[in-house]
């Protein structure tokens, strides 16, 4: 019997997987051996051979074939049955070479019958020939069926996991074939739609500020110019990543930090004061930092189109490890109907889903005071960095 690899064995104790295997094998030979002994040889040949046969199985899992061959005297002279059943069962259930497995399961059955009925005092269990001959067949084919059995299970079940996992491989194809086509219809849109849109903006926003004589307008006219030059930018390196999802996070430049909010929030025409000393004196994971910016991002969004005009607060404070984000309005002036922009309230529950996929939360509610605020709270680090 080959030893157990070095490698096999942890610092202490068995392999754990390995006891239920060990404690099957040690019932198998026990039961083998309880069967030698209930049949009490009558001589020292026929249990010397039945002894061989039951100990030959220790073996049985490694060496099938060499556990059939040390069996085949106790076919013949021994007494052990449950050894050569259990020998037959492994061989034809481990043995590959159906031919070979065959062969020997053949000299098995000859060995059978030779000590079965030519053999003198031999163990026939019935004076009818027919009947030893039914039952030579079933101590020889049954274990070896039942053997041959289980293998074409086991090969049928490897063989429909292998489709299944085929099936899988297909699937995640197809639906990776659908999601480009999608990701490349959408940066149509955007590039054909947006984009479009936007440039309009940006010159007729320069048109305003060189017509214009007045200093108010000039100004306004030059920050519209600046934001949509800004948004085709963003806009463009979009578009990239939706055509080649593989691009490299690198390359879509320049991607916002913390250090960015400052600008942030001066162009966002809202009057917002920002307070986040503490905050941006240290320095945040990168997905973490951007979760911040697009948090306040969208919230200075939503402030311009539906309180233009109301006082806004923009805080960013530690929190035990954490960055919790406020962001506060109050309550805006009357903004006629007509006047006020659409929502769809797509942009917080994407910024719940960023932050919930960080670790985080995120909520917002209307404030006594008329106003409105919103509330995230972002890990210090990213989930499953140390």
Not at 45 to 73: E, K
Not at 231 to 243: D, F, K, Q, Y
Not at 254 to 263: E, K, V
């Amino acid at each position: 019997m080959r030893a157990w690899p070095a490698r096999a064995w942890p610092a202490r104790g068995w392999p754990a997987g390995r006891w239920p295997t060990l404690a099957g094998e040690a019932l198998i030979i026990t039961f083998a051996a309880l069967d030698l002994a209930l049949s009490t040889p009558a001589h020292v040949g026929p249990l010397a051979v039945s002894a061989l046969a039951v100990a030959a199985l220790a073996i049985r899992r490694r060496y099938p074939m060499a556990t059939m061959l040390l069996g085949l005297p106790n076919i013949i002279w021994g007494t052990a049955l449950v050894a050569q059943l259990v020998a037959t069962f492994t061989l034809a259930h481990r043995v590959r070479d159906r031919r070979l497995a065959a062969g020997v399961i053949g000299v098995v059955a000859v060995a059978q019958v030779v000590g079965m009925f030519l053999l003198p005092g031999g163990s026939a269990p019935t004076d009818y020939d027919g009947q030893q001959v039914v039952f030579a067949l079933l101590i020889v084919g049954g274990p070896a069926s039942l053997g041959l059995l289980l293998r074409a299970y086991e090969q049928l079940a490897r063989q429909l996991d292998e489709l299944s996992a085929r099936r899988e491989r297909e699937n995640e194809l197809a639906a990776h074939t659908v999601l480009t086509q999608e990701r490349t219809r959408l940066a149509r849109e955007m590039h054909d739609v947006v984009s479009h849109q936007v440039s309009l903006i940006a010159v007729q926003a320069g048109a305003l500020r060189m017509t214009s004589t007045d200093p108010t307008t000039r100004e306004t006219a030059a920050t519209l110019r600046t934001l949509a030059a800004k948004t085709l930018t963003e806009l463009r390196e979009m578009v990239a990543v939706l055509r080649d999802k593989d691009r490299p996070e690198s390359e879509v430049t320049p991607q916002p930090r913390l250090t960015d909010l400052p600008r942030l929030v001066l162009d966002s025409g809202t009057g917002a004061q920002l307070c986040a000393d503490a905050v941006l004196s240290r320095e945040w994971p990168a997905p973490i930092e951007r979760a911040a910016y697009r948090t306040v991002q969208e919230a200075l969004t939503n402030v311009r189109k539906h309180a233009t005009g109301a006082q806004v607060t923009v805080e960013l404070v530690p929190d035990h490890g954490a960055i919790r984000v406020r962001i506060h309005n109050g309550a805006p002036p009357a903004v006629p109907r007509a006047d006020q922009l659409p929502g769809g309230g797509h942009g917080l529950i994407g910024l719940r889903e960023r932050a919930e996929l960080l670790g985080g939360t995120l909520a917002h509610r209307h404030t006594p005071d008329g106003g409105y605020e919103l509330l995230a709270v972002l890990p210090g680090r990213v989930i499953g960095t140390p």
